[in-house]
T-cell receptor, first 112, second 110 residues
Framework: DVKVTQSSRYLVKRTGEKVFLECVQDMDHENMFWYRQDPGLGLRLIYFSYDVKMKEKGDIPEGYSVSREKKERFSLILESASTNQTSMYLC???????????FGPGTRLTVT | DAKTTQPNSMESNEEEPVHLPCNHSTISGTDYIHWYRQLPSQGPEYVIHGLTSNVNNRMASLAIAEDRKSSTLILHRATLRDAAVYYCILRPSGNTPLVFGKGTRLSVIA
């Protein structure tokens, strides 16, 4: 079974902190994605990557950056967390062309 | 991105078939139709996808209209575990990410 794991299920951080959300997949997938999910807004794509050291902006990249140093790991970085980044963050991976995306369980981040 | 329109919510009785509709009148010839679902407190999971022909797998069937302007996800026998938000997504050919809409919240009544 494909497994996508995220470093934490729940995380509480203070405004201004630097936050790292880690995602690891065990299926040698080239593609990896970060989404956030908010009530009434659905899932929105933040960043994605098609290969190591590659990254592409999604629909809402402002306030975020990403790192992909190894194929299996894709990190989402909040340089200076703000309260409007309180959300559920979901990581996903897939083989090209991306017919089946596999999602992790999500990290619920609260910024106070 | 091509848009999809789904009802906000639907209800079904347990052990009955469920037909979840999706309209996509602006679909282009190379857009694939994908369905995902999200169970409570979980990430989305892949259900099925197709291009022109109807598709079946162990989870569901996908019926695609001849003009491809609409499609229907069919759950042949709903169970309580099928209660979820179902997303209909158009994905252009090539290695492109999924863009999710609001989906349909399916409730299953025992």
């Amino acid at each position: 079974d494909v497994k996508v794991t995220q470093s934490s299920r729940y995380l509480v951080k203070r405004t201004g902190e630097k936050v790292f959300l880690e995602c690891v997949q065990d299926m040698d997938h080239e593609n990896m994605f970060w989404y956030r999910q908010d009530p009434g807004l659905g899932l929105r794509l933040i960043y994605f990557s098609y290969d190591v050291k590659m990254k592409e902006k999604g629909d809402i990249p402002e306030g975020y950056s990403v790192s992909r140093e190894k194929k299996e790991r894709f990190s989402l970085i909040l340089e200076s967390a703000s309260t409007n980044q309180t959300s559920m963050y979901l990581c996903a991976s897939s083989y090209p062309p991306g017919d089946e995306q596999y999602f992790g369980p999500g990290t619920r981040l609260t910024v106070t | 991105d091509a848009k999809t329109t789904q009802p906000n919510s639907m209800e079904s009785n347990e052990e009955e078939p469920v037909h979840l509709p999706c309209n996509h009148s602006t679909i282009s010839g190379t857009d694939y139709i994908h369905w995902y679902r999200q169970l409570p407190s979980q990430g989305p999971e892949y259900v099925i996808h197709g291009l022109t022909s109807n598709v079946n797998n162990r989870m569901a069937s996908l019926a695609i209209a001849e003009d491809r302007k609409s499609s229907t996800l069919i759950l042949h026998r709903a169970t309580l575990r099928d209660a979820a938000v179902y997303y209909c997504i158009l994905r252009p050919s090539g290695n492109t990410p999924l863009v999710f809409g609001k989906g349909t919240r399916l409730s299953v009544i025992a």
